[in-house]
């Protein structure tokens, strides 16, 4: 294949979305797998709902996926500005060019009177784009609204026929022309419109593939028009096909968590959502479901992207976290663990090195509990807070037995006394007087977890005893023989 170059292209106006983010996905792949190359630029032009806080957004969860780009912002190159706000010049003189070749022509209509011939149209039934008002306007008619003060927008003059897209997902998809009103290509305040300002670029930063969401395809013929007006080559398009969720309408907000920024927020791990995302669309065959990020870039090939609609499935997307989860290394786990810890107020954003390898151990204890990173918070703050609060049920059903206080207050001398407060010491002495009193070693147990992490469920007491040391567990077991006898 040729030189392979690449682009993601988002409008800064709100956060990454699972659809941008696959779309980052397919266009890096097919860049790392081609050897080519992945420019991020910013289509910035819509100064109105561009912001650069939703620039820093969508930067954070690209590079919070893992994916990286070899031009564009922060990382620069030789095809830059990366902004198209930054780009105003070289639209204008694009521009000039159509104007002069006749391929486009100054419309003066303001808002108003586009608006008020758009609603005369929708009374009398007819079509309701654009009438073609300026599209023959004398000089004279030009120089008097020109006079009049009026700034021009630039309209592009479709011409009639056929226009077809040869799609590498797709195939052939054709479009009459006479549907396509001729479109704006520069407002009248000198900012391009998407239409044009992607050709332009796409062009000058020599983009070989435009690798898109399928929402962009009615937008294909009227790009096209540009490049054969400008007399530039046409890339090769590959439109991906939309995602629905669960209930097979497109995939929204209604469905629950749709950036990525609030996946990541609600513990989900960036190689799980890398390989759930690239499945959206793409298969290698029939069975292979868990993909390394080294198999996705050898394997990963526009032919095998469907053109059918991908449905997401968020049951699917929180057993692939699981089972990612799982196969991470404790380190790994731990440092992704510490934002959510972090988030809670349960530890500092920064933990020393003495913090983290404590973190590390406790999310060792409780992994196989996590469905998702964030579990780590509900399942083991006991480790952090200062006291526990007791889960009603729990202290109920464990606690408020008769035999309890004299156990716990039993245990805790015990355990006060050992010298090294190690798992199987802790272990032995609690087995050992549930023993020697002929009581089940559950009959101590439960009770102590309750007391000691107020819950009912936890990884393997001893162990976690071990974690929580000798003071903390002892001074929980006072707090509950405390209030045992003050009758709750
Ligand atoms: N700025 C456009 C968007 O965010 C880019 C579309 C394209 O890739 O051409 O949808």
Redesign the pocket.
């Known amino acids: 294949m040729d030189r392979v170059r690449v682009r993601f292209?988002?409008?800064p106006t709100g956060h990454l979305h699972v659809g941008g983010a696959r779309t980052v996905l397919f266009n890096w792949l097919f860049a790392r797998h081609h050897g080519g190359t992945f420019v991020l630029r910013i289509?910035d032009t819509d100064v109105e709902r561009s912001t650069e806080a939703s620039v820093d957004a969508i930067i954070d969860s690209i590079k919070w996926l893992g994916l990286d780009w070899d031009e564009g912002p922060i990382v620069g190159g030789r095809y830059g500005p990366y902004f198209q706000s930054e780009r105003l010049e070289t639209y204008r003189e694009y521009a000039d060019r159509l104007l002069s070749t006749g391929h486009a022509y100054p419309c003066y209509c303001t808002p108003e009177e586009l608006e008020e011939a758009r609603k005369a149209a929708l009374g009398r039934g007819q079509s309701v784009g654009y009438s073609g008002r300026c599209r023959h306007l004398s000089p004279e008619e030009r120089r008097a609204f020109e006079a009049e003060g009026r700034k021009p927008a630039l309209r592009f003059r479709v011409d009639e026929g056929e226009t077809v897209v040869r799609d590498l997902i797709r195939g052939e998809v054709r479009f009459e022309n006479r549907f396509i009103d001729d479109f704006v290509i520069l407002k009248s305040d000198g900012y391009p419109t998407?239409n044009f300002a992607?050709v332009v670029d796409d062009t000058l930063m020599e983009i070989s593939h435009?690798i898109?969401g399928d929402e962009?395809l009615p937008n294909t013929p009227k790009q096209i028009m540009i490049y054969r007006a400008l007399g530039f080559d046409l890339p090769k398009f590959a439109h991906v096909s939309m995602i629905l969720g669960p209930d097979r309408t497109k995939l929204s907000k209604r469905h629950g968590a749709t950036s990525i920024a609030q996946y990541r927020e609600d513990g989900y791990m960036p190689d799980a959502l890398v390989n759930y995302l690239v499945l959206l669309g793409w298969a290698y065959d029939a069975t292979q479901q868990i993909f390394s990020r080294e198999e996705l870039i050898e394997k990963f090939t526009l032919e095998k992207v469907s053109k059918n609609p991908a449905v997401f499935d968020p049951d699917k997307l929180l057993w692939m976290n699981g089972h990612y989860l799982r196969a991470t290394d404790v380190k790994i786990l731990a440092s992704l663990a510490v934002e959510h810890l972090a988030r809670a107020g349960l530890v500092p954003a920064a933990p020393d090195e003495r913090e983290m390898a404590r973190i590390e151990k406790i999310v060792g204890l409780l992994k196989e509990r996590m469905r998702t990173v964030k579990d780590v918070v509900a399942l083991g703050d006991f480790f952090f807070t200062e006291g526990v609060s007791y889960d009603a049920e729990a202290f109920e059903k464990f606690l408020a037995r008769d035999y309890v206080p004299e156990a716990l207050r039993e245990i805790r001398r015990r355990l006060g006394a050992l010298g090294e407060f190690t798992a199987a010491e802790v272990e032995r002495v609690l087995r050992g007087y549930a023993a020697e009193v002929g009581r089940k070693a559950g009959d101590v147990i439960h009770p102590v977890r309750v007391a000691v992490t107020g819950r009912a469920a936890s990884p393997g007491l001893f162990e976690v005893l071990e974690l929580l040391g000798k003071d903390v567990t002892c001074s929980r077991l006072d707090a509950v023989l405390a209030k045992l006898s003050t009758g709750g």
């Open positions: 292209a988002p409008s289509e998407y992607a435009i898109r962009h």
